[in-house]
């Protein structure tokens, strides 16, 4: 299996902190990997490394081919009262084929409409973004990832904050797209989640402690229910760097 | 005696309020969308730091040749990109965040900019350069607004689809074009442009004033991103207008009242526009 996403020794600081060291190893191409880790531990730096809007300080993150890529970011770094309608946001999706000056045509308006319905927000293509509930604005998010048609997926905590019907409709999209083929690297903190559906995991906390099958990684320990336990908890962060000491005894 | 021709006689019969009318008009048209991308991009604060950052630029050109054009524009230029160049290295190499950097850097502009004036110029002078002086606009100046909003309409123009999305969602504007991202540049120099024209006008306490303040009250009457630029231009005329007026019949100075004006407006929109405002707030109360 080719890989399609490669890291070589990749270390990211900002400033003085270290936040991803001596990261190596490789996505194959059509993989369904979680991002798995305690906070802080680099999960959303990784994906921000893949992307290009984080530059490694040492080492380098190889794509194949120049493969096209799709991010879902964080909601929390989107201006959620932006003066968008829900057409206009998703429409975004077509930004990089279209570029500023091109134009959205009429059969790539059906697609945006046709990737809202699936994300089960269709009919809402004028309502202001402003006016979506937290889980309708995830379903818009992956509306505009189904709109760029990537093989190349990044998902980046899509699942926080949102109630249980969204997630069990998003997880079936991210299941339809591994079936198509298509690579999909997602940060998530549910380990039930991650257990049921990822069939590959990497575990990081600053470096990487697992990369592969999600039931080895449960086997070894390197996922557990302790460790989302301590995500759950804010303000552990020093039990969580003292078991990492722990775990690497 | 009509109303209109209390409205329209100030502005037929002296030259200087039809240049003041007109250094508004192009203010308003240039710098009010540049204004609206501001708020959208919750940089109004950083604005206003770059406002007064030109100061010491424009000072030490109006110190060595008097209140030529050129000079002072380019003086203001050199010294607000030296401040935001500065506030950068500052942010990225000391504990200090954003906000700390810019407020330091432009205390210490504003300051060494009243400083530098005081030591060649008058008290006029220096109420010149904090306030501006509206009524006393040169065809020179005219034309430097003129070219800098004519610049500033073109590159919003031109890039409006990727500004919108990199104000909306920066990291998938960042990622769609794989870490390179030229809005922040764009947006910094249309800023410190409109700065320097809106200066001459408004001084550098005020600048901002129709930048900004129109682009605030606007986003309390629509949530649609293409009718707050039109609308924002409208208010930021009305404010104009009124505020001219109000200066001519009861010899207020005239840019605090153009400024006065604009403020007001965006204030009555805080309180009874139809999304966000105390009103709403009220009405949706249950």
Redesign the interface.
Known sequence: MRDIVTFENVTVRF?HHVALQDISGGFHEGSLTAIAGPNGAGKSTLL?TI?????PRAGRVVIERQTP?S?L??AS???RD????VM??VC?GL??GI???GSISKAMREKARQALAEVGIGGLEER?I?GLSGGQFQRLLFARVILQNAPLILLDEPFTAVDAETTARLIQIVLGWHRQGRTVICVLHDLLLIQKYFPDSFVLAGKCLGHGHTHKMLEQKLLSFDLDMAELCPGTEDETHHRHEHDHA | MTTLDLIVDPFTQYAFMRRALASCVILAIGGTPLGVFMTLRRMTLMGDAMSHAILPGVALAFVSSGLALLPMTLGGLAAGVFVALFAVFLTRFTSMKEDASFTLLYLLSLAGGVIIISLKGSNVDLLHMLFGNILAIDTDSLTLMAVVACATLFTLAGFYRGLVIECFDPDFARAAQRGRSWASVIFFVLLVINLIAAFQALGTLMALGLMILPAIATRFWTRNIDTIIPLSILCALVASVIGLLTSYYTKIPAGPAVVMTAGTISLLSAMLGRHGSVYAYIRNWD
């Open positions: 400033g921000k992307v290009g809007i984080v530059r890529i991010y970011p964080q770094s989107l201006q932006f003066p968008l309608s206009q946001a975004t930004w990089g570029g500023n000056g202001q402003s």
